[in-house]
């Protein structure tokens, strides 16, 4: 079950300097061990005051209503349903770096996928507040599962892709959940090992679970990790499907498609990735971890990201192409006449701009493995895939079947930026504690590809490959006069 | 549970570990685990250990899993309270796909993880004796179980024989138990031999 017997002098190492084990363990875990830094304390303190603020704005939604936002009959899913399929996207990278980049046998994956997991975890648990907290009365959220009651037991429609919904995402959170801790319980045993102060050794002692590193333990967490990591494959398409659906099932012009499933999990991809820059750029900066988030890493991610923005954008055209060749004038007065154009047509030609045009300067090297090119795009992509689901929603919505119900003036109150922005202080301060609290980078899964992949190895092999070239070269030349030689002896 | 003594050798490189393992197992010891700080592929095989059956477990609590949502959906869609929407069919077995979907992985997830954690002992407040701090940073960490006519004096200099660079004897419990951590650390004796 290696992850890279052997490889090749062509591809960049992984882990950059001349790494050993106890270095690799050092440095992941000396944040840990140490007071954090000043721009810690700043970006954590305004988190959580971006937090708070949330707080209040759900506080008046709970306590006013939904009225205190501005959606309306006719758009009736304005900025929360926006914001629920964007934050339940970004989720997507994690997982797609956690799993199938594990069954891919992609090497690279080791450098970010605790923080991708880490970060999925958090995006699901923003995501899920927003169907919950549309539902007005939130304290009877709970009504959406089957359990027996003492109305009938009256159950659920399992025949709706809301309820699909509740199913995806709980299961999606729980999951992911459940395959980052198990791949955290080893590094979390090393944290503890290292412990000096008896609070933290007790503290680490219970998240490690007393692992021990026991060579059977060992053998059955490679199993689960993989078993995981194929239950994980179909389960991320699965949820975004899913989501895709709560659109696609409806008789809504431009919601109504076939082509909603693969386009939505490819931008959940395209922006999970470009999340995944974000955080990724600022934590190996503020925490020194160039070395093992090297720019191959880097280019690697921004390969996936111009792969999955092409994708969005043949699908943005492949939609623009359908409506006008499927002869349906709902469909084509939706697209050509209240999309691209009319009064919200500055957002989808941003959309445009942020997803399909701007990552394709990503074919060019350079500025693939250009550190603030690279920061920019990211936050460039994740306000192109907002507009992406506010376009959908927005400019399908404000032009109803009947005219006596259009809708232009939908602007969101100060409670419902208020809620998206209390997300970003939720994501920002578990992100934080994470950095802080947990090793940032999977030390185990490191030290695994370190004797295959890290620098010193790299050089070895150099001289290895040189020889055994050679004496290839040897061995040919030799052939060719062995046999140059028995066709004169044939002669 | 009773206590027990070990020979304990570490080693720094797995390229020294793997023939020491062979030449231990030859020499007729009995190696209680080895201990290292990440997965070292071939090092089971190499131990002799069989391989895990844990996949199987997963593919049977996924089976559960399918099997109650598919159940569940039809007796309370066909038995339980049959409504009429819109005059589609009940039984709306292509509908519930995504749902029996979810609680397959769901299950098979769960089930996978909780029985991990058996099997391997591993919960919050479990004590258990670690050999060497270091068995999860860098050192690979071999502990031989002594029998009654295990002769330790030999059995160390044999293990720095294959190359481990610190060998000492310790006793302990070898099982598990749940407890606080540092008020049971004053079970155990250790002494240093070479």
Redesign the interface.
Known sequence: MSLTKYESQLREPLVNGNKTYGQVTNDIVHTIEVKPTRLWYIGFYVSVAFLLFGVYSVYREVTYGIGQWNVNRTIGWGWDITNFVWWVGIGHAGTLISAILLLFRQGWRTGVNRAAEAMTIFAVMCAGQFPIFHMGRVWMAFFTLPYPNTRGPLWPNFNSPLLWDVFAISTYFTVSLLFWYSGLLPDLATVRDRAKTKLRKHLYGLASFGWSGSTKHWQRHESLSLVLAGLSTPLVLSVHTIVSFDFATSVVPGWHTTIFPPYFVAGAIFSGFAMVQTLMLITRKVMNLQDYITLGHIEAMNKVIVLTGSIVGCAYLTELFMAWYSMVPFEQDIFFKYRIAGPYGWSYWLMMTCNVISPQLFWFRKLRRNVTFTFIMSIVVNIGMWFERFVIIVSSLYRDYLPSSWSVYYRPTIWEVGFYLGTFGLFFTCYFLFSKYFPVIAIAEIKHVLKTTGESFKNEMTALEQKEADSFYDEMHHDHHEEGNVKVAHH | MALKKFVVGCFED?KVLFPAVAKVRKAGYKIH?????????G??KA?G?R??S??TA?FLF?LIGTTTAVT??TW??TK??P?N?GG?PNF?LP??I??T???T??C???G??LS??Y??????????H?FH??????LF?MVIECGDKTNEKELSSFLSSTGATEVNTQVAEEG?WIGR??KEQELYKETNIA
């Open positions: 797995e685990d080895v201990y290292t700080p990440f997965p070292v592929h090092l089971d131990m250990l391989d895990t844990l996949h997963g996924g569940f959906m309370v869609f339980d309270w409504v929407i589609k709306a509908a519930w995504p749902i979907f979810e609680m992985v769901l098979a997830a769960v996978m993880v991990f954690l099997i391997c002992q591993l919960a919050p407040f479990v004590k258990r670690h701090a270091r068995a999860t940073d860098d960490v598990w951590y540092d």
